[in-house]
């Protein structure tokens, strides 16, 4: 038992899967050893990459972020300054409180960071100042705005002041220099004397209100120029000339004695010195605004500085960023390295035991041995079953060896069966060959008695037209007698006009009437019996000699005479012939006995193909709104005559459009075509170097089309003797 099991052990250890599963655990311990340090490599990485990631790339995005959002502060408070109306305060401050939500919520951020405290302590203090200051600023701007009304009140008042002394003074001086110079006082009083309106008093009176408007003026002109003042320093310098001002005015308007209008004159000086006057004459408020304007200037420098140490913190945030980030780069870089290194030594014992595998095992063991019954393999491919396969080992390959040699003997068997029943297979083809040789020899040798049938009965049918045609013309002859004899009775009748009564003479007339028209009838009936006993003959004869004829004649003589023999076949069939000639066509250089056979066999198909669609319909009970109609039409062309052939039959089915010039094929029962009649027609028109063309719809119509050239064309012997096939398609 145990040498047994000894004994298989060795075998299993000599087998191929067992070698095979060696190598491959030893490859797969590799390529898990490789994983491993990749593994550890990776995990080392990741460690070092979140350690950026959430520390050190998040404390660099908050310091960019708020250094962004406090320059967006610093530039906003300057807007708050400058803004024109509330409506535009509000909007800036809309912004500046987004701007200062984000800003707070990146300081949240960052103080959740593990950051220096004293740094954050002082970017926390720079930023509350910047908010403090643009806070401020937001609370003075509506004062800015009462400010800036209340002067433009003031500058509206000093215009209407102005304008009011302008309407008082102007016309006091005019009326006072009149008064001085001509003595009148009021229009319509008598002038004055003049030693009492040119006296010294009231010389001194003009003087004091010229110098009360002067003065007025400029006491304006200091209030107009304080409004525009930008400087406090020059805004004391106007107030005092202001003041100063004021006291001459005050000398003048109580020098200048009663005048026109004096009592609102000094209503309106009380308005002028009290806007340049007071808490809140125009100087004050000036001053004020001036002053908050400063105070505005001092919270943006300030803006400006805390902005400065903000960005310097931040700076000194980032940098301490970068360093931890830069650390972090270097320790992933020096795991990178010790893996690669790890990595390298694993790929080369890799590559090591891969290639003794290669080398010591598959090539020795599997593919040499592997080639040999490959080669085995193609050599029986190529039929070589005579040779045995050697049989070496004790592994699978040997055991492949010897399912093939077993496969060898049995294909061997089955080369022999395969070749039985290949011969019987060909055995089987030559019988069905024969047998269908022998159906088409049937069908050749029915064409072929039908063929000689139809030449005997032209044969006969000739003969019969030439005996036929004696009596016929003894007819014709007879019939022309006898009207002549009816002419001559009538003159006798003339002659003996006494002899017989009225009743007689009467009864006479109607018979001679009677026998003029039924020898007229005879006559006409005879010579269309003439006429085709005539083309019977014509068509029994051979093909004839090149000669002009009457194309059309020698179409409608035809059509007429397949129509007559379609009538002949079926006493019941009908037909519409209709005839479309052009007289332009005239004669041509063409075979008449030839190609009265090519319009007798193309009418005769139509007259066909429409007598079967009208006996379909009358068993169908539809042939009451059908007609069988075949019209024949032709025309000069640039280069020939083209004559087309239409019907209003059932068409050709598409599947054998090609096939009906083939000699042989027809769609008719065998006793009623041998399907030669299309196959000749081809010949026969391109012969005359012409051409066959069919349009045909199923179920509707079919028109045939003939092609001729306008002058003889030469062609060879050969041409005729060629493949029947035309390049047009067929008819029925």
């Known amino acids: 038992m145990l040498r047994d099991r000894l004994r298989a052990l060795a075998e299993y250890a000599l087998r191929i899967s067992t070698q095979m599963y060696v190598a491959i655990g030893v490859l797969v311990s590799l390529t898990v050893a490789a994983i491993v340090v990749s593994w550890l490599s990776f995990n080392s990485i990741e460690g070092t990459q979140d350690r950026v990631n959430t520390e050190s790339l998040p404390r660099i ?37 987004a701007t200062q939500e984000d800003f707070r919520g990146e300081l949240q951020r960052l103080e959740q960071q593990d950051i220096d405290a004293g740094l954050f302590v002082a970017i926390r203090s720079n930023s509350r100042q910047l908010e403090s200051n643009i806070a401020q600023i937001e609370v003075e701007m509506p004062t800015s705005f009462a400010l800036d009304v209340e002067i433009e009140a003031l500058r509206v008042q000093l215009a209407e002041i102005s304008r009011k002394l302008d309407q008082i003074l102007l016309p006091a001086l005019d009326e006072q220099l009149f008064y001085l110079m001509t003595g009148y006082r009021q229009i319509g009083e008598p002038p004055v004397p003049r030693e009492r309106h040119f006296t010294e008093a009231e010389i001194i009176r003009y003087r ?8 007025t003026a400029i006491a ?19 107030q005092e000339s202001f003041e100063s001002v004021t006291d001459r005015i005050e000398i003048s ?3 200048i004695g009663l005048i026109a209008q004096r009592a609102y004159l000094v209503s309106v000086l009380a308005d002028l010195l009290e806007l340049g006057a007071g808490d809140e004459s125009g100087f004050s408020l000036v001053s004020r605004q001036l002053a908050l304007a400063e105070r505005q200037r001092g919270l943006l420098t300030q803006n400006r500085e805390q902005a400065a140490e903000l960005a310097a913190g931040v700076q000194e945030l980032i940098s301490t960023a970068q360093a931890d980030a830069d650390e972090a780069t270097a320790a992933s870089t020096d795991a990178i390295g010790t893996s690669r290194i790890l990595l390298l030594v694993i790929a080369g014992i890799s590559v090591v035991v891969g290639l003794s595998i290669i080398l010591g ?10 080639n040999q019954l490959s080669n085995r393999m193609r050599r029986m491919a190529d039929g070589d079953l005579e040779e045995e396969v050697v049989i070496s080992g004790r592994d699978e390959v040997s055991e492949m060896a010897h399912a093939l040699e077993v496969f060898r003997r049995h294909a061997l068997e089955v080369q022999r069966l395969n070749l039985v029943e290949k011969l019987a297979e060909e055995l089987g083809d030559k019988n069905s060959e024969l047998e269908q040789v022998l159906d088409e020899l049937h069908k050749a040798q029915d064409q072929i008695v039908m063929r000689e049938k139809l030449a005997a009965l032209g044969e006969v049918t000739a003969g019969v037209a030439h005996e036929i045609r004696n009596p016929l013309n003894f007819v014709k002859n007879f019939s022309e007698v006898s009207a002549e004899l009816v002419e001559e009775l009538e003159e006798v009748l003339e002659e003996a006009e006494g002899t017989l009564s009225d009743e007689q003479r009467g009864l006479i007339s109607d018979i001679a009437a009677d026998l003029t028209e039924n020898l007229e009838r005879i006559g006409s009936h005879g010579a269309r019996a003439n006429t085709i006993v005539h083309d019977m003959l014509m068509m029994s004869r051979e093909t004839g000699e090149w000669r002009l004829a009457d194309l059309n004649s020698l179409i409608e003589e035809h059509a007429k005479l397949a129509f007559h023999s379609a009538r002949a076949v079926d006493p019941d069939f009908q037909l519409n012939l209709e005839f479309d000639l052009d007289p332009e066509v005239g004669e041509l250089e063409v075979l008449p006995q030839d190609l009265g056979r090519v319009f007798i066999n193309m009418v005769g198909n139509s007259c066909h193909a429409t007598d079967e669609k009208r006996k379909r319909l009358v068993e169908a009970g539809e042939a009451s709104s059908y007609m069988p109609t075949v019209r024949t039409t032709s025309a000069r062309t640039a280069d020939g005559v083209e004559i087309r052939i239409h019907d209003n039959g059932d068409g050709i089915p598409p599947e054998v459009v090609d096939k009906i010039f083939n000699p042989f094929f027809t769609t008719k029962p065998t006793d009623q075509g041998t399907g030669l009649g299309l196959a000749i027609t081809n ?4 012969e005359h170097g012409g051409t066959i063309g069919v349009d045909t719809a199923p179920g509707e119509f079919t028109e045939m089309t003939i092609s001729l050239p306008a002058t003889r064309a030469e062609v060879p012997a050969e041409a005729t003797a060629a493949d029947p096939d035309g390049d047009a398609p067929g008819t029925e």
């Open 61 to 97: 995005v908050s310091a960019f972020r708020i250094t962004e959002l406090s320059s967006q502060l610093v530039a906003a408070a300057p807007r708050l300054t400058v803004a024109a109306t509330p409506a535009e305060l509000n909007a800036v401050s809309a912004e500046i409180v």
């Open 208 to 215: 004091h209100l010229l110098a009360l408007q002067a003065d």
């Open 220 to 238: 304006t002109q200091l209030l107009s120029s304080a409004f525009g003042v930008s400087n406090a320093a020059l805004l004391e310098p106007l």
């Open 253 to 255: 308007a109580g020098a």
């Open 361 to 370: 095992f598959v090539s020795r063991v599997l593919l040499r041995r592997l």
């Open 683 to 686: 010949d026969i028109v391109r």
